[in-house]
T-cell receptor
Framework: KAGVTQTPRYLIKTRGQQVTLSCSPI?????VSWYQQTPGQGLQFLFE???????NKGNFPGRFSGRQFSNSRSEMNVSTLELGDSALYLC???????????FGSGTQLSVL | DQQVKQNSPSLSVQEGRISILNCDYT??????FLWYKKYPAEGPTFLIS?????DKNEDGRFTVFLNKSAKHLSLHIVPSQPGDSAVYFC??????????????FGQGTILTVHP
C-alpha cells in the first residue's frame, strides 16, 4: 500500500496570508489526524477526522481548521498566518487500532 | 500541562551497547503507550507499544518496560546500531476517549549511536 502522502512538501508564505495543506491517507484508513511540530513545543495535536467528522480538536486558535472528504483525504487550513505558525505540519492516518498512526513526511511551512 | 515528559533531550551511546530512553507521565488514566522514531525530514514511525496490563513488551532489539506505580516507562535498545540514531518520542492515546488519532507526545530524545 502507498503511505500517507502530504503536499506540498515545502511552503513559504508571508504574514497575513492563508495556506491549505493536503493529506492523502493510506487506502482503507478512515481516521486522519494533524499535528504541528516545532522545536519549542514538540508534537502538538491539532485535530482528528473520522468519516468526515471532526472527532477531536487540540488547543489551537480558530485560525486552524480542517476537513475530511468522502474519500478520506483531508485538508487543513491556516488563515491570517503568523510568524509563530512556522512549523512542520504532519498528517497521520490510522485503522481502528488506538494510537498506531502512520505519518506522512510533513509539510514544512515557513512564514516570513 | 506536560502530561508526557522525556526529561533527557539527548543520549549518546557507543555501537553495540544498550540505549535506555526514559519517559514519565502524570495522567493515571493513560492505559496504553507507544514509542515512535523520527528521522530528519521524515514523519515519525511506530516502533513498539505496551498496554498497562503488561509491564514488558519485546520486539527484536527493542523492549519497553512499564512501571505503573512510578508512572514511568523506558525503551531499551540492545545492541544499539548507528542506524538507530534518530529522535525517539513516547506517546499516549487520549485517556478514556474513543479517539484513534489523538496522541500526547513527549518532547523527544535525540539518540546518537557512535560507530
Amino acid at each position: 500500500k502507498a503511505g500517507v502522502t502530504q503536499t506540498p512538501r515545502y511552503l513559504i508564505k508571508t504574514r497575513g496570508q492563508q495556506v491549505t495543506l493536503s493529506c492523502s491517507p493510506i487506502s482503507g484508513h478512515r481516521s486522519v489526524s494533524w499535528y504541528q511540530q516545532t522545536p519549542g513545543q514538540g508534537l502538538q495535536f491539532l485535530f482528528e477526522y473520522f468519516s468526515e467528522t471532526q472527532r477531536n480538536k487540540g488547543n489551537f486558535p480558530g485560525r486552524f481548521s480542517g476537513r475530511q472528504f468522502s474519500n478520506s483525504r483531508s485538508e487543513m487550513n491556516v488563515s491570517t498566518l503568523e510568524l509563530g505558525d512556522s512549523a512542520l505540519y504532519l498528517c497521520a492516518s490510522s485503522e481502528i487500532i488506538q494510537g498506531k498512526l502512520f505519518f506522512g513526511s510533513g509539510t514544512q511551512l515557513s512564514v516570513l | 500541562d506536560q502530561q508526557v515528559k522525556q526529561n533527557s533531550p539527548s543520549l549518546s551511546v557507543q555501537e553495540g551497547r544498550i540505549s535506555i530512553l526514559n519517559c514519565d507521565y502524570t495522567n493515571s488514566m493513560f492505559d496504553y503507550f507507544l514509542w515512535y522514531k523520527k528521522y530528519p525530514a521524515e514523519g515519525p514511525t511506530f516502533l513498539i507499544s505496551i498496554s498497562s496490563i503488561k509491564d514488558k513488551n519485546e520486539d527484536g532489539r527493542f523492549t519497553v518496560f512499564l512501571n505503573k506505580s512510578a508512572k514511568h516507562l523506558s525503551l531499551h535498545i540492545v545492541p544499539s546500531q548507528p542506524g538507530d540514531s534518530a529522535v525517539y518520542f513516547c506517546a499516549a492515546p487520549n485517556a478514556g476517549g474513543t479517539s484513534y488519532g489523538k496522541l500526547t507526545f513527549g518532547q523527544g530524545t535525540i539518540l546518537t549511536v557512535h560507530p
